[in-house]
Each structure stands twice: as structure tokens, then as C-alpha cells.
């Protein structure tokens, strides 16, 4: 395995983050588990793009470089076409000139969009073994567009995964009968886990 470093390198066009993602900002990966340095986040619509291929990355594959695309893949940009925001992934025992890090300053308050909730997924309860090792307690927070993990904590990718798809929505307040009003909870997809996380407005 692995560990990846996500670095972006150039802003292409206008961050629209409330605070906009700037070269040098990062995230790592190691053993499945996602880490954000302290004073840094990650546009929760630009980690849709990563998510997919950091696992892969994150492995040691047999094929000829020529044979498989993974070798030749090492940037991604964010999805939105006015931000153009560019991340390169470094693993472990590569050279490559990386921006340096310096912390985002905190995001202005009040938020432009007060419809918005900010979210915290908490690990509630696990009923088996953690391969990652997340614990009760474990989380992360949702502000805006911008996924903050605690300094000097992790949180696995595939429960990670698990939860994307459903935080959007969650921001936003749900009409009467819309199923999502009520479940507040996801399981990660480990079946040897079974991590059991809740979704809650702050």
C-alpha cells in the first residue's frame, strides 16, 4: 500500500468555496483512512471526484504501467468548470514539488447561505471490527461545501463514501413525507465493520 498525498497544485479558474481551496492545501491517505492537517479542509464537491480513484491509487498493482491507467492518472480537478481547481496525487516514494501548506483562514460568519445546515457525522456505535480503526466518538463536520476532519484524527474513505451521496441533501430542509427527514443514520459498507454512523444538523 501506499500513502497518498492530495495536494493542490494550481487554481485554474475562481474558487467559489466561502473559503476557496489555494495551492498547497492537502489531505493524505493511509490504509483506507483520510487525514486533513490542522486550519486545512476539502471542498466536499472536489473529494466526490477524488474519492474514486484514491482507493486504487492507494494499491500496488501488478499490471504493466502501460497496461493500466492508474499509472498514468495523477491529477484530478474539481467538478465545477468556473473553480478549475487541480489536485495531484502523490504516493509515497515519488519526487514531485508540491506547494507549501499554510492554514485557510476561518470562514466569515454569518454563512451567505443561512439555508444551508452544517452537519456533523458521528461513529455511533461499532457492532464489529473497525478495519480502519474508527471508534465511538469519530466524526467529522460539514460546513457549506467544506469537510473539516479534527486535527490529528482520521476517517475512513469507505464510510466516507457511504455518506457523500446523502450530505446535500441533509443541508437542506426536507419537505413533509421526503424519507430523509427521518433516517439519520448509514451503515459503513464493511460487513466486518458494520461502523454505524449518524447524520446530525449543528
Known amino acids: 500500500m501506499y500513502e497518498l498525498t492530495v495536494v493542490v497544485t494550481k487554481v485554474l479558474g475562481t474558487c467559489s468555496s466561502e473559503v476557496p481551496m489555494k495551492p498547497g492545501d492537502y489531505l493524505t491517505v493511509r490504509n483506507g483512512a483520510l487525514r486533513i492537517p490542522e486550519g486545512g479542509h476539502i471542498c466536499l464537491y472536489a473529494l466526490q471526484s477524488l474519492m474514486p480513484v484514491l482507493t486504487t491509487k492507494e494499491r500496488r498493482i501488478g499490471e504493466k504501467h502501460s497496461d493500466d491507467w492508474v499509472w498514468r492518472v495523477h491529477h484530478v480537478q474539481c467538478p465545477d468548470p468556473e473553480g478549475r481547481v487541480i489536485f495531484h496525487i502523490v504516493r509515497s516514494g515519488e519526487k514531485a514539488e508540491m506547494p507549501p501548506y499554510t492554514p485557510s483562514e476561518p470562514c466569515p460568519q454569518p454563512q451567505t447561505d443561512p439555508s444551508l445546515a452544517d452537519l456533523r457525522v458521528i461513529v455511533e456505535e461499532v457492532r464489529g471490527k473497525c478495519t480502519s480503526g474508527m471508534q465511538p466518538g469519530d466524526g467529522f463536520l460539514l460546513k457549506s461545501g467544506r469537510l473539516y476532519i479534527p486535527a490529528g484524527r482520521h476517517f475512513c474513505l ?24 427521518r433516517d439519520n443514520h448509514i451503515i459503513c459498507p464493511d460487513p466486518a465493520g458494520n461502523v454505524v454512523l449518524r447524520i446530525e444538523r449543528v
Open 158 to 181: 469507505y464510510a466516507l463514501q457511504a455518506t457523500l451521496p446523502l450530505l446535500p441533501a441533509k443541508q437542506r430542509a426536507p419537505l413533509d413525507g421526503d424519507w430523509l427527514a
